[in-house]
């Protein structure tokens, strides 16, 4: 069946540096989206890519999608402290209509 | 509060017992997705609705599990005869699709302890 990889697993950073999550599927995908998961909390809608290479920005996050549509990445200039969390990619095959969730990347960031 | 709502919040019972989850999604919304997420692991697909229509149900799940959404409103998760790897957080999301866009809005999920 369709796997999600994500990685790095956990990334600690200083606050203002850069902070990069790759994001790998083992089959080609109608659409990719992305979450954030607060300790404690529950997932967050952050974004969706549905085109080859379509490139997406919302503020400090560039999020990417990769022209064979297996792969994705999220970018996130200069981290905050209300970055903190963890980064879910999601992905959703041309078979059908539910999403394959990687473990996630946990991003700590220090003050 | 217009968010989706899953209740309990907490579950504790014992092993061999059966258990079962309420999902009441956002008004209006056609999908609804069930899924299991353990400590450090990303969301786990159980299965999904679409209205009323159990469209699809996860390899993964035992018989044990059944899930329904009778009037394609609110959904309940049962757990029969609950062994001690069920324990985990239940996650109900819910999603207005149209063409490729399907957001998933998220409850605050079910924490599930088997005993």
């Known amino acids: 069946g369709q796997q999600v990889m994500q990685i790095p697993q956990y990334q600690h950073v200083q606050e203002g540096e850069d902070f990069t999550t790759y994001c790998n599927s083992s089959t080609t995908l109608s659409n990719i989206q992305w979450y954030k998961q607060r300790p404690g909390g529950h997932p967050v809608f952050l974004i969706q890519l549905v085109k080859s290479g379509e490139v997406k920005k919302q503020k400090r996050l560039t999020f990417q999608f990769g022209e064979a549509k297996k792969n994705s990445s999220l970018h996130i200039t200069a981290t905050q402290t209300t970055d903190v969390g963890t980064y879910f990619c999601?992905?959703?095959?041309?078979?059908?209509?539910?999403?394959?969730f990687g473990p996630g990347t946990r991003l700590s960031v220090l003050p | 509060d217009t968010g989706v709502s899953q209740d309990p919040r907490h579950k504790i019972t014992k092993r061999g017992q059966n258990v079962t989850f309420r999902c009441d999604p956002i008004s209006e919304h056609n999908r609804l997705y069930w899924y299991r997420q353990t400590l450090g692991q990303g969301p786990e697909f159980l299965t999904y609705f679409q209205n009323e229509a159990q469209l699809e149900k996860s390899r993964l799940l035992s018989d044990r599990f059944s899930a329904e959404r009778p009037k394609g409103s609110f959904s309940t998760l049962e757990i029969q005869r609950t062994e001690q790897g069920d324990s985990a957080m239940y996650l109900c999301a819910s999603s207005l699709a149209s063409g490729d866009l399907d957001t998933q809005y998220f409850g605050p999920g079910t924490r599930l302890t088997v005993l």
């Open positions: 999601a992905g959703r095959n041309n078979y059908g209509q539910n999403f394959v």
